[in-house]
């Protein structure tokens, strides 16, 4: 569903609407979207758990130490 803010403003209740019926809301002011509102899921919190984030694990198949590394980076440049 796609809403303005005037549609927020005067048809609240048709937005809460689509909101219980699982459905996403593109918010839109003066025809270009600003952003979405999402409904909440019950019994879970909106926090993905961090466990399951992309980014975990990607370094783990490294030889190389973190402090070992970072003094790597750090080194000047030779001219």
Same mark, same amino acid.
């Given at each position: 569903?796609?809403?303005?803010?005037?549609? /927020?403003?005067? %048809?609240? #209740? +048709?937005?809460? @609407?689509?909101?219980? !019926?699982?459905?996403?809301?593109? /918010?839109?002011? %003066?025809? #270009? +979207?600003?952003? @979405?509102?999402?409904? !909440?899921?019950?019994?879970?919190?909106?926090?993905?758990?961090?466990?399951?984030?992309?980014?975990?694990?990607?370094?783990?198949?490294?030889?190389?130490?973190?402090?070992?590394?970072?003094?790597?980076?750090?080194?000047?440049?030779?001219?």
């Amino acid at each position: 569903m796609k809403a303005s803010v005037m549609d /927020l403003r005067y %048809r609240t #209740k +048709e937005v809460l @609407r689509a909101l219980e !019926a699982n459905e996403e809301i593109t /918010l839109t002011h %003066r025809g #270009k +979207e600003k952003g @979405r509102i999402v409904p !909440a899921v019950k019994g879970r919190s909106s926090r993905q758990d961090i466990s399951q984030h992309e980014a975990i694990g990607m370094w783990a198949n490294q030889k190389e130490s973190v402090p070992e590394m970072i003094t790597r980076i750090r080194k000047p440049r030779s001219c």
